[in-house]
């Protein structure tokens, strides 16, 4: 195996995945030079499809920036996968893949007769990976639903929010974001152990599983102390000050973090009180969690004389871990992302010119990141990738297009599932 060349070069990938954990895994490899196949339907949208932002504010299933983010340098093809004959066009994306990816809760690719246990007696090189809830075996395999039900019962929402309020998840579906990490390294993986040996293999990941790999502190201490962790709001055990304050404006704040008895004493002198280091209340760690209330107060009153910009300035000055609360338009705006060509100013078909950022959090030099295509139009590429890629002739497209097979027109509505 030549350990300079671009693993994803010529790796074909047929993605049954819909929402976002299977669309944001196929990325990494999408925009690393893989050719990605995303398999929907006009009969049951994507869900990112049929969320906002809409561009203008105009619902379509093109003119989602929420399903645009998820699905950039891939093709689309639109198959209605319930008569044989779509079963047909499926197998044929099946066949000419290397890697397929289904994200459907368990039974349902067993349905449709592609699960790996079908695939790999066609196949037995493919990397087959599927990715559910809470994973194949056990009473809740069949539980199906979105990252925002899994951070409940993964436990995210508990520990999120204030301890005199009502529990409150994070926002969005915090799980699949964290899991397609997961699940697009192991992609990786199982692509080197196929250039190496020849050889496929299943992969099969608990969205449940992984995320709890983030919780790992607070379920250990229960497990070896007993203890609970509760919401704390944005404060910590470790460190105070601790979170996020208000600034002078409209809703602006600065988030502020003294971690150590010497930047406390710092914090003191830039807020132009140095006796309150000396405190007795204040002085140590252990005196500003137990006055950690009125703490926040004197901090509040200080900084709400200033914007963010200027309580940021003053404080990093005297080298304390201070930053302004980033608004969307702040980061949008951010001059750092536009030197470092974070944003990819793509024209799409519908939505216009818009800033497409990368999936990968990372730029290798041999291979570096490329998005060069927008989010796919539904069942853009039927022509291209049956014709081209598969090889099927014109005749034989028409016949599916003719008896449904391949889907032309939107029957399911428009209609938010979040």
Not at 78 to 88: E, F, H, L, V
Not at 165 to 175: D, E, I, L
Not at 274 to 296: G, I, M, V
């Amino acid at each position: 195996m030549n350990i300079n060349a671009n693993i994803f070069k010529g790796v074909k990938v047929a993605e049954f995945a819909w929402v976002v954990v299977g669309p944001s895994t196929s990325r990494y490899l999408a925009e690393h030079g893989a050719t990605v196949v995303k398999i929907e339907s006009h009969k049951r949208l994507d869900t990112n499809r049929v969320n906002s932002p809409f561009v203008n504010n105009e619902p379509s299933p093109d003119n989602s920036m929420f399903y645009g983010r998820h699905n950039p340098n891939k093709y689309s093809v639109s198959i209605d996968m319930n008569p044989k004959t779509g079963k047909d066009l499926a197998w044929k994306l099946i066949k000419w893949a290397d890697i397929v990816t289904e994200t459907f809760a368990p039974g349902m690719v067993e349905r449709w007769g592609i699960s790996y246990e079908d695939v790999k007696k066609v196949r037995p090189d493919i990397i087959y990976l599927s990715s559910s809830m809470q994973g194949r075996g056990g009473p809740h395999t069949s539980y199906a639903g979105y990252g925002q039900n899994a951070c409940n019962f993964s436990g995210f929402a508990e520990l999120s929010g204030w301890p005199d309020r009502k529990a409150s998840q994070p926002w969005g579906a915090y799980t699949d974001y964290v899991c397609c990490r997961f699940a697009a390294f192991a992609l990786i993986g199982a692509l080197i152990q196929k250039k190496l040996t020849g050889k496929g293999q299943y992969i099969e990941q608990s969205q449940f599983e992984s995320s709890l790999h983030f919780l790992m502190p607070a379920i250990m201490d229960y497990q070896v102390n007993g203890n609970i962790m509760g919401r704390m709001g944005n404060r910590t055990p470790l460190f105070a000050p601790h979170g996020v304050f208000q600034c002078k404006g409209d809703d602006r704040w600065a988030a502020i973090s003294v971690t150590t008895e010497e930047m406390w004493e710092a914090f003191c002198k830039a807020i132009g009180n140095p006796a309150l280091a000396k405190n007795k209340d204040y002085a140590l760690l252990a005196d500003r969690k137990k006055h950690e209330d009125k703490l926040e107060e004197i901090v509040t009153a200080w900084t709400k004389q200033y914007t963010h910009e200027e309580v940021e300035t003053i404080l990093q000055k005297a080298g304390i871990a201070v930053h302004m609360v980033s608004r969307p338009s702040d980061v949008y705006k951010d001059k750092q992302l536009d030197v470092r060509k974070y944003w990819n100013p793509l024209k799409h078909e519908v939505m216009g010119v818009q800033k497409f950022e990368p999936q990968s959090c990372f730029i290798m030099s041999k291979t570096p990141r490329l998005v060069d295509r927008p989010s796919p139009m539904l069942g853009q590429h039927n022509e291209y990738v049956f014709k081209e890629l598969i090889g099927m002739t014109d005749d034989e497209i028409a016949e599916h297009i003719i008896d449904g097979s391949i889907t032309t027109s939107m029957d399911a509505p428009m209609v938010s599932t979040f």
